[in-house]
C-alpha cells in the first residue's frame, strides 16, 4: 500500500471516530423527544447542530449543553410546531443521520442560482421596488429572506434569469448594472454612517438566516437604543475564578430563538463551554459559560455593553408586530413586484419575508404593518386581499406559543431568584450552581461548583 494510502484511510478513521453521536429517546420526557449528542468538540460544531434542529421546525424547548475536555455532551428537548413528541420513525432517522453526517457532508445549496445579498437603509416599499427592479431586469426570484431592524434592512435573494434559467454570471455587464440599480435604491438618506452593501456571488452553501444575522450584525443594527419595557433581559456577569463570562436571557419563547442567540455567540467569537436553556409558560431563560475565542473571559465595560446589545439585537430581528399574510399560487413572471406594489400602495410596509418558489408554485410569506409600524387596519387587509386573489391570499396570526403544551410540573414554578428583573431591566442572579449540578446529575461533566 503507497504511503499517501495509509494517510487517507487513517484520515478516514479519524472522521469517523468524531462523528458526532446522535441517541433520540422518546421515554424521558412525558412532553417532549430528547436529542442527545455526542462530539469532538470544535469550532461552531455547537451552532451547527442547533442549526439542523431548527432547519427541521423543531422547538427546542428545554436544553443542556456542555464541553468536557474535547468533547461535547449535548441534551435538546423537542417537540413539533404544535408542541406534541416527535412519532414519525422516518423523521427520527432523518435527524440522527443529518447529525451524524452534517460536519463531513455539504449540501449541494442553492446551485444555479445567482445570490444577492442587500444591506441599506429600510423605508416604507423598499422591498416592492426591489423586486419590480429585479422584474425589469428579466430576473426571476426563486428564494429570498429579509429582515428590517433599528432601520435597518438585510436581505438575500437567489435568482435564475427568467429566459434561459441559468444563474446571470455569464454577463457581468448585466451583473453591475443590477448591482449598481439596487445599490441606488438602497442609499441611505438620512445621514445613517454605515454605508449601503451589495453582494453578488454565485451557487454557494450559505445558509440564509445565519447570514442574514452576519449582514445585520456587519451593519451595526444593534448600535441604536432599544425600548426598555419590551427589550430581552440579557446580563453578563464574570467568575473570575474559573474564568468564564456568564451570559443570562430572559425573553419571549419562540421558534429558532436559540439559534438566534448561539449564531450571535459564534459570529462573535465567543466559545459556549456550558449551557442550560429553559422555558417556564411563555418565558424562556438562556444561560451561557462562555470565553471569547482568545481564552478570556469580557474583560471590559465596552465589550460587556456591546455582547448585550448585540444578543438583543439578535433576539428582536425575528419578532414582528404585523399581520402575517401567506401567499400561494401560480408563479409567473413578476408576480412577486406585482404583490408587493399592491402591498405599497395600500399603505402597507412589509417588515419581513419569506420566499420560496418550487415546481412553478409560489409560496410567499409577508409580515406587514402600517407606516409606522403599527397593526394594519383590517380593512386595508381586505382591501389587499380583494385585489391579489381572496383565494390566494391568507391572513395568518404568528404561531401562538399558547398552543405548546405546558413544561413538565417539576418546572412549573420558577425560583426565586430569577422571578423578576430590576427598573433598569438586568437579570437580578445568575443561574449558577443550578445549572451546573444539573449538567452534573445528567452526566455531562465530572464536577459542579
Not at 1 to 18: A, F, G, H, Q, T
Not at 176 to 182: A, D, H
Not at 397 to 403: H, L
Not at 440 to 447: A, N, P, T, W
Request: net charge negative; hydrophobic share 35%; aromatic share 6%.
Amino acid at each position: 500500500m503507497e504511503l499517501s494510502d495509509c494517510s487517507n484511510e487513517y484520515e478516514k478513521l479519524v472522521v469517523r471516530m468524531n462523528m458526532p453521536r446522535v441517541v433520540i429517546d422518546n421515554g424521558v420526557c412525558p412532553n417532549s423527544t430528547v436529542v442527545k449528542i455526542d462530539s469532538a468538540r470544535s469550532p461552531g460544531i455547537l451552532l451547527e447542530s442547533v442549526q439542523l434542529l431548527t432547519d427541521m421546525n423543531l422547538w427546542i424547548r428545554k436544553a443542556y449543553i456542555s464541553s468536557d475536555g474535547k468533547w461535547n455532551m449535548d441534551v435538546f428537548h423537542v417537540s413539533d410546531l404544535n408542541g406534541n413528541k416527535l412519532t414519525d420513525e422516518n423523521l427520527i432517522r432523518y435527524i440522527e443521520k443529518s447529525i451524524e453526517t452534517s460536519h463531513y457532508t455539504k449540501s449541494e445549496g442553492y446551485t444555479g442560482l445567482t445570490a444577492l445579498e442587500l444591506t441599506g437603509t429600510d423605508r416604507v416599499g423598499l422591498l416592492s421596488e426591489v423586486f419590480a427592479v429585479l422584474a425589469d431586469l428579466s430576473c426571476d426570484v426563486v428564494e429570498a429572506k429579509a429582515w428590517t431592524h433599528n432601520g435597518r434592512i438585510a436581505s438575500m435573494i437567489y435568482v435564475k434569469d427568467r429566459n434561459s434559467g441559468t444563474p446571470l454570471d455569464g454577463d457581468s455587464d448585466r451583473v453591475q448594472r443590477i448591482e449598481g440599480q439596487l445599490r441606488n435604491l438602497l442609499k441611505a438618506d438620512d445621514g445613517y454612517q454605515n454605508d449601503t452593501r451589495t453582494c453578488v456571488s454565485y451557487g454557494g452553501n450559505t445558509h440564509m438566516e445565519r447570514r442574514l444575522h452576519q449582514r445585520m450584525f456587519m451593519d451595526r443594527d444593534y448600535e441604536k437604543k432599544f425600548d426598555s419595557e419590551t427589550s430581552p433581559i440579557v446580563s453578563v456577569q464574570n467568575l473570575p475564578k474559573r474564568g468564564y463570562s456568564v451570559v443570562n436571557l430572559q425573553c419571549k419563547d419562540r421558534m429558532k430563538l436559540l439559534f438566534d442567540v448561539v449564531c450571535t455567540l459564534t459570529d462573535m467569537a465567543y466559545i459556549v463551554f456550558h449551557a442550560a436553556i429553559r422555558t417556564v409558560g411563555e418565558t424562556a431563560f438562556l444561560e451561557f459559560y462562555v470565553r471569547h475565542s482568545d481564552g478570556n473571559p469580557v474583560n471590559s465595560e465596552p465589550e460587556r455593553q456591546r455582547l448585550i446589545q448585540c444578543l438583543q439585537a439578535a433576539i428582536e430581528r425575528r419578532t414582528v408586530k404585523g399581520v402575517r399574510l401567506e401567499l400561494c399560487t401560480a408563479d409567473r413572471p413578476g408576480l412577486l413586484a406585482e404583490v408587493t406594489r399592491t402591498l405599497r400602495e395600500n399603505g402597507s410596509n412589509i417588515a419581513r419575508v419569506e420566499i420560496s418558489t418550487k415546481d412553478g408554485i409560489a409560496k410567499n410569506v409577508f409580515y406587514v404593518t402600517d407606516a409606522n409600524g403599527n397593526l394594519i387596519d383590517p380593512e386595508i387587509i381586505k382591501s389587499i386581499r380583494e385585489k391579489i386573489g381572496i383565494n390566494d391570499l391568507s391572513v395568518k396570526e404568528q404561531f401562538p406559543i399558547s398552543c405548546r403544551v405546558e413544561v413538565e410540573k417539576e418546572h412549573q414554578q420558577e425560583p426565586e431568584n430569577h422571578q423578576g428583573h430590576n427598573g433598569g431591566g438586568t437579570v437580578l442572579v445568575s443561574l449558577g450552581s443550578l445549572v451546573m449540578r444539573n449538567l452534573y446529575q445528567l452526566g455531562l461533566i465530572k464536577s459542579y461548583f
